[in-house]
């Protein structure tokens, strides 16, 4: 059993994750069609597409950011979120400790940050987390609209960096904090593709392909 | 009167074998560290319990190479201590092809490894089993 989850469920979890986002992609598809465009979304205007270079058109993205975003409205909460789930992506991928093990396990790997860097954006995360908790718990806005649902999944996308810099920094007992660390992790594979997580794939699916006042491209896509 | 005198000898002679086999054990541990070839160092260096590994179970040659024609062809009579030749610090450095971290890291974990999924004895697979900082 505990063999089984420190090796083999290992992959099992991350085959589930795979699968499990192409599974909700492929429903997504198959609920959604294209439908006749009812409202244009400026500024892209469908009869002219723009033809401007890439770059200009990211600069002229940015600059409208100043009036009419979230970033407008909450620049210090979209600031965070936005550290938060940088970081969130970027720090198991990067990590040494996993590059190692993914080395000795399937022969690759990606370049790695220092490790103290990683520790610093690991902080950085667990302090983004503990933001959202207590503004959960705090903001009253916030709170009427929260479940117990949404401190579970808050849950599972802080406990594999908080075991993780339990085990880093080896706190407490090793062997059991490291055992802990890969089931957070596994728990957090296996979530993804079956809870509001899946926002990992959703979120550029809804701002790409469905057409609303939040879209980024030309969503022409309906239920 | 006797007995007493023996009781004390036995004491002794049990303090002293506790203090000796502590001292053997203790030569029979290498710590592995190589501060000229891990410049930036990021972990602790490794104690490495040589004895444990030597006693029954896998022969010199499984962890000790020198390859000629793909077979390893290492005389196991220079497996002598200070001999620095038999160091792997000797062929994998930071110009080989096998970097010195990866060459302890692969032999180390891959057996750990093997001997885990066997259910046999094992040693440590995660960074902090070996890597300890005090
Ligand atoms: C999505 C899932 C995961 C996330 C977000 C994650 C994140 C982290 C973080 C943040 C750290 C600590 C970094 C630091 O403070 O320096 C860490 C360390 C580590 N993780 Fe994960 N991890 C995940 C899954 C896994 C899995 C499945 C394994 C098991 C094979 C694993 C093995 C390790 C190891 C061995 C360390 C190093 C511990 C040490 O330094 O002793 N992680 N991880």
Known sequence: ?223 | MIPKYNLMILLIAALLSITTTDLMAQQDSLLLNHPEIFLNRQRPPVTFPHNRHVEGGPSCKDCHHQYKNGENSLDESTLQEGNPEIRCSACHHSRSGIHLREAFHYQCLSCHKKNEKERKKTGPRFCGGCHLWN
């Open chain 1, 1 to 223: 059993m505990y063999e089984f989850i420190r090796g083999p469920m290992v992959s099992i979890s991350f085959m589930i994750f795979i699968i499990g986002l192409l599974y909700q992609a492929f429903k997504f598809f198959a609920l959604t069609r294209k439908k006749e465009l009812i409202f244009i979304n400026l500024p892209f205007n469908p009869d002219k597409p723009p033809r401007k270079q890439w770059f200009q058109r990211v600069v002229e993205w940015f600059l409208s950011l100043r009036k009419r975003t979230v970033w407008r409205v909450h620049p210090v909460m979209t600031g965070i979120t936005c550290i938060f789930h940088i970081s969130l992506f970027i720090t198991p991928l990067f990590l040494l400790g996993h590059n190692i093990l993914l080395d000795e396990a399937w022969g690759m790997h990606f370049w790695s940050f220092p490790e103290s860097f990683s520790d610093g954006l690991t902080w950085a995360d667990l302090l983004c987390g503990a933001i959202f908790l207590f503004r959960r718990i705090f903001v009253r806005r916030v709170r009427v609209i929260t479940t117990l649902y949404d401190y579970i999944v808050l849950l599972i996308t802080v406990a594999p960096f908080l075991t993780g810099t339990f085990a880093y920094h080896q706190w407490f007992e090793y062997q059991t904090v490291i055992f802990l660390h890969i089931v957070a992790g596994e728990v957090m594979f296996i979530a993804t593709p079956f809870t509001k997580l899946g926002h990992m794939l959703f979120f550029f699916f809804y701002r790409f392909f469905i057409g609303s006042e939040y879209s980024f491209g030309r969503g022409t896509r309906m239920w």
